[in-house]
């Protein structure tokens, strides 16, 4: 049997290096942040520039002087609960987040989660 590869007109096949590849910007990273205060107010941020950007949002928008960060993600961040504290996670996914928040907790049941 034999093969015969027909490439479409005016279509150019590259056998060197990609080198334009090595010219693309690198992908930006983006940051997130979940913030808890004792009452439960929350605020959570996603696709900020900065780390301290999307801390200072999820304070911001958490509103009372308890909040604290709990979670600081580039992919993924989750919230676990247990009744009387909270602990965040992160992870490559959403699922991988909430595990990883809950083993950090050690119980309890997942109250936010964020992706970026």
């Not at 910007?25 to 929350?42: E, K, Q």
């Amino acid at each position: 049997m034999t093969v015969t590869q027909i490439h479409p007109a005016g279509a150019h096949i590259h056998r060197g290096e990609m080198t334009h590849v090595s010219n693309m910007p690198p992908f930006p990273v983006y940051y997130g942040a979940i913030a808890y205060g004792h009452d439960g107010s929350n605020g959570k941020a996603w696709r900020h520039l900065s780390k301290a950007q999307a801390k200072h949002r999820a304070l911001e928008l958490c509103g009372i002087d308890t909040c604290t960060v709990v979670s600081v993600f580039t992919r993924c961040g989750a919230v676990a609960h247990d009744g009387a504290k909270y602990h965040g996670g992160y992870g490559y996914n959403r699922s991988a987040a909430e595990a990883h928040a809950m083993a950090n907790l050690g119980g309890g049941r997942i109250v936010d989660w964020a992706c970026n």
